[in-house]
């Protein structure tokens, strides 16, 4: 069975630019109200994503905070108990994707990259299920954003992938501490957004190096949110949307 959106509220975290500010916008064409939350972005990504969350007929407002604290999770759940009163959907987005050797992580740097990566989406998911439970009888979504580094070892990154991995398991585990009432699945993005060390060259050679032949986009992230927000029979799945990256690139070699 499918599930209209229409009307329903969303949270996603790091919302205001790349994948997150798509996702929120492909929530957005379904009917549903965002509660944008941003960091480090500047005003202007802010007020364009709102007004364009806007224009789809949905209502949007905006909440800075440091999720890497406890207390920044707080302020934005009660951020959108003021705004909506209540919350069918928390999509964990935002993320931290260090580069540098295993053994160049300094302790901070770990910290850093698993409060926000792995301990902001765990604090969101229970007090995001307390909600649901007390304001929302019909249950709710949970969806995490992950990738391939959680299945690969990216010596490059290897703080960014243990905490993708942990944030997996946690999708696991959520999905059968709290249904049936709250479904909670994951997403795995591949090659959707150019970084901005990577030439236009070795982007598109990237591309060429999958099934598809092609690199993604950030929409094709926020579409596979949407369609795990809408079938009301997943639960505890990943998504992978890499056009085939998990098939080439087992061990990740290219990060």
Request: charged fraction near 20%.
């Amino acid at each position: 069975m499918l599930i209209d959106l229409t009307d329903q509220v969303a949270l996603v975290t790091g919302s205001a630019h790349r994948v997150g500010r798509a996702i929120a916008l492909e929530l957005a064409k379904c009917g549903v109200n965002i509660q944008v939350h941003y960091n480090n972005s500047n005003a202007n990504e802010v007020r364009d994503t709102l007004h364009e969350i806007k224009s789809e007929g949905v209502d949007a407002f905006a909440v800075q905070a440091d999720i890497s604290q406890p207390d920044g999770v707080e302020k934005v759940m009660e951020a959108v108990k003021e705004n909506f009163g209540k919350l069918n959907i928390l999509v964990n987005s935002a993320s931290l994707f260090p580069t540098m050797d295993l053994l160049e992580v300094s302790l901070e740097s770990w910290n850093e990259t698993m409060n926000v990566n792995l301990r902001a989406p765990f604090l969101f998911t229970q007090a995001a299920a307390h909600y649901m439970a007390e304001n929302e009888p019909s249950g709710g979504n949970i969806v995490n954003i992950c990738d391939q580094g959680a299945f690969a070892p990216w010596p490059k990154h290897p703080q960014h992938g243990i905490s993708k991995a942990g944030l997996w398991m946690l999708t696991q585990v959520s999905a059968v501490s709290l249904g049936p009432d709250i479904r909670v699945n994951a997403v795995a993005p591949g090659p959707v957004v150019k970084s901005s060390d990577m030439t236009d060259e070795q982007w598109t050679q990237m591309g060429n190096d999958l099934p598809l032949k092609r690199t993604g986009s950030p929409a094709d992230v926020g579409r596979a949110v949407v369609y795990l927000c809408q079938n009301s029979f997943l639960t505890g799945i990943l998504l992978p949307v890499n056009g085939g990256e998990h098939l080439v690139v087992p061990h990740g070699k290219n990060k």
